[in-house]
């Protein structure tokens, strides 16, 4: 099992940045890769960004990169989320999630375990 909990989340003006984190526990968190998705309200979940568990390997959305980078620290069990240039479209409840493979990072059912989620909200 891994428990996932994130913070970080609030109310920030278009152009502001924030930096979301994702504290893990329980099994060794250098054995997952973590991504980051978020649910704006009335739609689906969609992909921000993922990591690979040794961090080689990044990938982003095409709506958040140059924008948002995604970062681990291992020795902490944390990854990041820094989000610069904030957007009203980027106002959604960010999740973090654990994936035991490398496999499709971009699709939520690669992942095992997820955290709350922690809500973002750019004011125009």
């Known amino acids: 099992q891994v428990q996932l909990v994130e913070s970080g989340g609030a109310l920030v003006q278009a152009g502001g940045s924030l930096r979301l984190s994702c504290a893990a526990s329980?099994?060794?968190?250098?054995?997952?890769?973590m991504g980051w998705f978020r649910q704006a309200p009335g739609k689906e979940r969609e992909f921000v960004a993922a990591?690979?568990?040794?961090?080689?390997?990044?990938l982003y959305a095409d709506s958040v990169r140059g924008r948002f980078t995604i970062s681990r620290n291992n020795a902490e069990n944390t990854v990041y989320l820094q989000m610069n240039s904030l957007k009203p479209e980027d106002t959604a409840v960010y999740y973090c999630a654990a994936a035991p493979r490398i496999i499709n990072l971009r699709s939520d059912r690669s992942y095992d375990y997820w955290g709350q989620g922690t809500q973002v909200t750019v004011s125009s």
């Open positions: 329980g099994r060794t968190f250098s054995s997952y890769s």
């Open positions: 990591r690979s568990r040794s961090g080689g390997s990044t």
